[in-house]
């Protein structure tokens, strides 16, 4: 099994400042990675798949990058409604997660 | 627009058996790989099973191979798994959510999910 770890654990961020969160998968999965966001009491959403095309209606201010083991989301000038747990997820063998990243208000 | 609403949660006792539903609309439903995702309170999220588009190949996370069965009836656009032999570790969200047209990809639509509790 491909174990994803995502770091850091929580990142804690002033709203319009940048945030860089990161992703290791334990082999290569090539570029089959995506990102979540998922905010108290609702599901998740997609954010990026291929590791660094944006889903249908996110806003470019979220960039995803890497290849292999290693990935990077960045949101570039955080938003109020930006603040939320991010899983990553690979999908090169079947489909695990990652333990997210909380990005709270500093 | 896609929807995905889940149904069939609830409070069952370990050793029991549940089945949940997934009903979708908004899409061409037998075009696409569904999948079931569970989430422990206050944990994070783990892919259980998928089913192909057209139901003939499923696969099955380690720790319910054998418990759950997941299958779809694509003359209703739904997707269920059979829980059986439930076990407190069982406890979670369960969302159902679109593949693609492939089996192991992104997730790109969620439902709501439902919540499912195995306790004495």
């Known amino acids: 099994e491909i174990v994803m770890t995502q770091s850091p654990a929580t990142l804690s961020v002033s709203p319009g400042e940048r945030a860089t969160l990161s992703c290791r998968a334990s082999?290569?999965?090539?570029?089959?990675l995506a990102w979540y966001q998922q905010k108290p009491g609702q599901a998740p959403r997609l954010l990026i798949y291929?590791?660094?095309t944006r889903a249908t209606g996110i806003p470019a201010r979220f960039s995803g990058s890497g290849s292999g083991t290693e990935f990077t989301l960045a949101i570039s000038s955080l938003q109020s409604e930006d603040f939320a747990v991010y899983y990553c997820?690979?999908?090169?063998?079947?489909?695990?997660f990652g333990q997210g990243t909380k990005v709270e208000i500093k | 627009q896609v929807q995905l609403v889940e149904s069939g949660g609830g409070v069952v006792q370990p050793g029991r058996s549940l089945r949940l539903s997934c009903a979708a609309a908004?899409?061409?439903?037998?075009?696409?790989?569904m999948h079931w995702v569970r989430q422990a309170p206050g944990k994070g999220l783990e892919w259980v099973a998928v089913?192909?588009?057209?139901?003939?190949?499923?696969y099955y996370t380690d720790s319910v191979k054998g418990r759950f069965t997941i299958s779809r009836d694509n003359s209703k656009n739904t997707v269920y798994v059979q829980m059986n032999s439930l076990r407190a570790e069982d406890t979670a969200v369960y969302y159902c959510?679109?593949?693609?047209?492939?089996?192991?990809?992104?997730?790109?639509?969620w439902g709501q999910g439902t919540l499912v509790t195995v306790s004495s």
């Open positions: 959510a679109r593949g693609r047209p492939a089996m192991v990809t992104y997730l790109d639509y």
């Open positions: 908004g899409f061409t439903f037998s075009s696409y790989a």
């Open positions: 089913t192909s588009y057209d139901g003939s190949n499923k």
């Open positions: 082999q290569s999965v090539s570029s089959n």
């Open positions: 291929g590791a660094s």
């Open positions: 997820q690979q999908y090169n063998n079947w489909g695990t």
